[in-house]
């Protein structure tokens, strides 16, 4: 499993923390200082079943408003404007094989373990 961490994020430290309770060390990646790829993206995008790579973003980012992402439609340019600014990625994400889950509430990220 792998679980992409913003160790300064409450939601990610939290749903890292109940993985832990239940005897789970998944692999963590600092997204922040090791971002994904535009393909990690991609395939994120399809394991998590979304309709958009926009259903994966931050829209209350600085960086988001500041990119002129409210208006775009193509999803390339969605894409690589996460692998390039990171931060922009929804945290915390949980990686467990074909399966993912967005830990908003932290608690979701337990669907997939």
């Known amino acids: 499993m792998k679980f992409w961490h913003n160790p300064r994020c409450s939601k990610s430290r939290e749903a890292l923390?109940?993985?832990?309770q239940k005897g789970i060390e998944p692999t963590v990646r600092e997204y922040l200082k090791d971002a994904p790829s535009e393909t990690e993206l991609r395939d994120l995008i399809a394991k998590l079943g979304l309709a958009s790579a926009r259903d994966l973003m931050r829209t209350g980012e600085a960086d988001y408003k500041d990119q002129g992402?409210?208006?775009?439609?193509?999803?390339a340019v969605l894409i690589t404007a996460m692998a390039h600014t990171p931060k922009l990625i929804e945290r915390p994400v949980l990686i467990n094989g074909e399966k993912a889950a967005i830990g908003r509430p932290p608690e979701t990220v337990l669907k997939v373990v």
């Open 17 to 20: 923390a109940l993985l832990s």
């Open 69 to 75: 992402l409210k208006a775009v439609i193509d999803e």
